[in-house]
């Protein structure tokens, strides 16, 4: 058998930044990229927005899970369980804040060589961000420019993790220079020629993402006391850097100290949401911290099914689902954020692996897929586009629904771009106008489709016309 050629070393240090964005974290960076764009972007909607967390499940899990976190604040009594509706409920850049912070667990946060260490950083940049976002807050500034503060705390360590996940032969040279009791910033510069910090600015650089990092006094701030709180809330450092963070928020030391200790308790709370456990022990909270079980415990509606590939059926997910479905939208121009949330029921509470909507042109003569949700679903779309005929127009007559299987098999054109016999059709009815259709199967898993998929498939279809129905044009 043919042996697998090693990784090319780096010509330098230099360039190993670049190495690691394009060899070991390209999903990372492009996903980053993706958020960021949406979230900056004024043109892009809300729904625009869910899309793109909605084509990595595991960042959809996290998504839900923090969007339900106290430390963002949702004071509903119901939980959000559909990433519309956190959209809505929570606004763009918190989303943003949630997203980058989710993406940098899902790369960085599993265990290897140094996984202490990389734990270490991602505890302090969770803290640091949570207090960053505080500061900004009590400045007075905008909740987008506060959110921006946290996403620049979480970012300013990215480099940290990356290096100690990925740096090899430089990761462990730099490892035994710490442990002999070199102090942190000489071991950097004797051992790399640079620093940590620097580090993650070519990586995000690699990224095209470098202004991100502003040389934020607050960042500056809350990235010192997350490191010196770790000895403990009473030591010389935390009571300096407390007397510096007091002086920049114009008040007293011992009312910026209460509020840099509730922080801690809510960085600890964040990291619970976002499923980091493991970065407990490097948050310096004042309290005793939740167990790290905390972070597993499913309960009834818990977005951990969302990261299975194949999400099982869940009755009460759906008539969650199907409740939020008349939040997400107030007009007819909040259209996709209801339809994305309709497909999303479809796949996440009924089970089904491949969601599409199609709608017919303005003219009426093709039938084309907009949004697409669920396991290979994007490929899918790609195929569902046809032109209206006498076939086509037996399927869309108004109400109508079908459930197609060997016996009863779909028509040959739904056949050959789905490749299966079985699935669920739906014409999308309003105001007694077809203007679309909608489709689900379950090939990718194999699994069959039964009564209460069917049931629960029509269910989502006439849910989403009665809210068309009574939204103001």
């Known amino acids: 058998m043919a042996r697998l050629a090693p990784e090319p070393a780096p010509a330098s240090f230099k360039e190993l930044a670049r190495q690691i964005a394009d060899m070991h974290l390209p999903a990372f960076g492009m996903t980053l990229q993706a958020v960021v764009q949406a979230t900056e972007s004024d043109a892009l909607s809300g729904h625009q927005i869910a899309e793109v967390i909605l084509h990595d499940p595991a960042l959809t899990s996290h998504v839900l899970r923090a969007a339900n976190a106290a430390y963002l604040g949702y004071g509903g009594h119901s939980k959000i369980v559909t990433v519309s509706r956190a959209v809505v409920v929570l606004g763009i850049q918190a989303i943003r804040t949630v997203c980058i912070s989710a993406l940098t667990i899902e790369a960085m946060g599993a265990s290897g060589r140094f996984g202490p260490r990389v734990q270490d950083a991602l505890g302090r940049a969770l803290h640091a961000a949570v207090q960053a976002r505080d500061m900004g807050l009590r400045r007075r500034l905008t909740k987008d420019a506060a959110e921006r503060l946290f996403v620049e705390a979480v970012l300013g360590s990215v480099g940290e993790m990356a290096f100690w996940c990925f740096a090899g032969d430089y990761a462990q040279r730099l490892d035994m220079a710490l442990q002999a009791g070199m102090p942190q910033a000489k071991a950097e510069q004797d051992t790399l020629g640079t620093t940590l910090r620097q580090f993650g600015r070519d990586l995000l650089q690699a990224w095209n993402l470098g202004a991100i990092l502003q040389n934020s006094k607050e960042v500056e701030l809350a990235t010192a006391l997350s490191l010196a709180s770790q000895q403990g809330w009473d030591t010389v450092e935390v009571m300096r850097t407390t007397q510096a963070i007091g002086t920049l928020l114009k008040q007293s030391d011992d009312e910026t100290l209460a509020s840099l200790k509730r922080n801690a308790d809510e960085a600890v709370s964040l990291a619970v949401a976002l499923g980091a456990p493991k970065t407990l022990p490097y948050i310096a909270s004042p309290s005793e911290p939740p167990p790290a079980s905390a972070a597993t415990t499913p309960d009834e509606a818990s977005p951990d099914a969302v990261a299975a590939r194949?999400?099982?059926?869940?009755?009460?997910?759906?008539?969650?689902?199907?409740?939020?479905?008349?939040?997400?939208?107030?007009?007819?121009?909040?259209?996709?954020?209801?339809?994305?949330?309709?497909?999303?029921?479809?796949?996440?509470?009924?089970?089904?692996?491949?969601?599409?909507?199609?709608?017919?042109?303005?003219?009426?003569?093709?039938?084309?897929?907009?949004?697409?949700?669920?396991?290979?679903?994007a490929d899918l779309r790609q195929h569902f586009m046809w032109d209206c005929g006498a076939e086509l127009d037996t399927l869309l007559k108004p109400q109508a629904t079908h459930w197609f299987t060997e016996a009863s098999a779909a028509p040959?054109?739904?056949?050959?771009?789905?490749?299966?016999?079985?699935?669920?059709?739906?014409?999308f009815t309003v105001d007694l106008k077809v203007i679309g259709l909608f489709y689900a199967d379950r090939k990718p898993s194999g699994r069959e489709l039964d009564a209460e998929a069917f049931e629960g498939f029509r269910n989502f279809v006439a849910q989403a016309e009665m809210v068309v129905r009574a939204l103001p044009r």
């Open 310 to 377: 194949y999400p099982d059926p869940n009755l009460q997910l759906q008539l969650r689902t199907l409740a939020e479905m008349g939040k997400v939208a107030v007009t007819r121009k909040d259209l996709p954020m209801l339809l994305e949330t309709c497909l999303e029921g479809m796949h996440r509470a009924v089970g089904l692996d491949r969601c599409v909507l199609c709608l017919l042109t303005p003219t009426r003569t093709q039938l084309v897929a907009r949004m697409a949700m669920g396991h290979g679903a």
């Open 412 to 427: 040959a054109f739904i056949r050959q771009a789905s490749g299966t016999p079985h699935c669920f059709l739906a014409a």
